[in-house]
């Protein structure tokens, strides 16, 4: 089931889908932005260094973000992924999206992916930032 959402996806005409992401987002409201979050709990300790299970404890944890500045999953509007490895990535792509609908739901924002060198904490394989956009009214 689609979940609906506020904001206005751009799919310029022409243009093949975005599968799991959309190319762009229009939205108007209240900004609700995250810092770079990881895969580590509420007491910053890792249950896991699976990539999978830090990209769900991630998720889990943009949410509650958003959730305590009164926003939700089919607000958000844009995700920028750090990965250590895009291989990690790629290899998990169905596992990845099965994460993502159970966390997130199946609302897509624009997104971005970049492979960086490291994370600020060592044990850390994928930092998220999210902004969302509370609709006016």
């Known amino acids: 089931m689609a979940m609906h959402s506020p904001h206005e996806f751009l799919h310029p005409a022409g243009w093949k889908p975005a599968v799991g992401y959309s190319h762009g987002m229009a939205a108007t409201g209240r900004m609700v932005l995250t810092g770079g979050v990881i895969g580590w709990n509420a007491d910053q300790v890792f249950e896991t260094d699976d990539f999978v299970g830090?990209?769900?404890?991630?998720l889990i944890s943009i949410v509650e973000i958003l959730a305590a500045g009164g926003?939700?999953?089919?607000?958000?509007?844009?995700?920028?992924?750090?990965?250590?490895?895009?291989?990690?990535?790629?290899?998990?792509?169905?596992?990845?999206?099965?994460?993502?609908?159970?966390?997130?739901?199946?609302?897509?924002?624009?997104?971005?992916?970049?492979?960086?060198?490291a994370l600020v904490e060592d044990r850390a394989r994928v930092e998220i930032e999210a902004t969302a956009v509370i609709p006016q009214g």
């Open 54 to 58: 830090q990209v769900r404890q991630a």
């Open 71 to 117: 926003a939700r999953p089919e607000h958000l509007v844009r995700l920028t992924w750090y990965v250590t490895d895009k291989r990690e990535y790629l290899n998990n792509l169905k596992a990845l999206g099965a994460v993502y609908k159970e966390v997130v739901g199946r609302h897509y924002p624009a997104m971005a992916l970049v492979q960086v060198v």
